[in-house]
């Protein structure tokens, strides 16, 4: 939908640099990814997506493999977690705007839906969800065209960032998205997304033993051993919060899998190898 439907958009501060400024330049390149991608074999219902947000020339065809699962589903609604690469007194936020700009078009953010969690977080004595508005997240943006590419019939936003990498925020929050979600009914599909890269400016060995370890216990969905890597520094995400408050979603909506769908490092754009940021991507589902 294009971006004069609503009053208040938010404007992308990353087109044109993180990724393609151009719309049909954007499309091509969000389709060329799709099409070089191997979608992983799954059986049963996506509830999640995990996915890398770096700019795309690093991490775009990792997530690719991820999204690509998602080509012939539909949901309503999306609920996007990411980390807060700025600094806030606030350990959770949301978009303050009425939509996100991307050059594809608009996409509305569901105030409903945020107001909905707000009260379960209330309830629970759990934070609030604060609004900001003009933030410059780059890292719950970059996923937005390649939502709008393989999910064409549109879906709504809830933007949420995690400010605050805490076991408090990271149970209040998930307890508060499996209330919200179980109860809602079958027209009402919503999709759950965490945007994390791995491990940040190790050597390319270093950064896939750490990253291994994160993948394997993503892929045994073992919530505690995450804890334990991150905390131990023997394993990294800068997402990990988003990842664990999400997997911790779906483990209550009734999760029995994970796949990996892509694991790569920058090294494989830039050939350094004394340097390199992790890249991964997965998708959670549930028997059908």
Not at 191 to 204: G, I, N, P, Q, R
């Amino acid at each position: 939908m294009g971006t004069s439907a609503y009053s208040d958009v938010r404007p992308s501060p990353i087109a044109g640099s993180w990724y393609p400024g151009n719309a049909a330049e954007l499309r091509a390149v969000v389709e060329s990814f799709l099409e070089r991608a191997a979608a992983p074999a799954l059986s049963g219902e996506i509830l999640a997506l995990v996915v890398p947000h770096a700019g795309y020339i690093y991490s775009g065809f990792t997530a690719a493999h991820a999204f690509k699962a998602l080509i012939g589903s539909r949901f309503s609604r999306v609920i996007l977690l990411s980390p807060s690469h700025q600094y806030y007194r606030e350990p959770l936020l949301t978009s303050g705007h009425e939509a996100y700009a991307t050059p594809l078009g608009a996409i509305p953010v569901d105030r409903e839906a945020l107001n909905a969690l707000g009260r379960l977080l209330q309830a629970a004595s759990g934070p609030d969800i604060t609004p900001i508005r003009r933030d410059r997240e780059h890292s719950l943006e970059i996923e937005l065209p390649f939502l709008q590419t393989v999910l064409p019939e549109g879906f709504s936003l809830v933007p949420l960032m995690l400010v605050s990498q805490s076991v408090e925020l990271i149970h209040a929050l998930s307890d508060a998205l499996a209330r919200y979600m179980l109860p809602l009914p079958p027209e009402e599909k919503t999709l759950l997304v965490a945007s994390s890269d791995l491990s940040h400016f190790y050597t390319e060995k270093q950064a896939r033993q750490l990253d291994t370890r994160v993948l394997n216990a993503l892929e045994e969905m073992d919530i505690d051993k995450l804890y334990v890597l991150n905390a131990s520094g023997k394993g990294q995400a800068c997402g990990m919060a988003p990842i664990l408050t999400v997997l911790r979603t779906c483990r209550v909506l009734g999760a029995d899998k994970l796949v990996i769908a892509d694991y790569r490092t920058s090294a494989d754009v830039t050939r350094d190898l004394d340097s390199v940021v992790g890249y991964g991507s997965a998708v959670i589902t549930k028997a059908a």
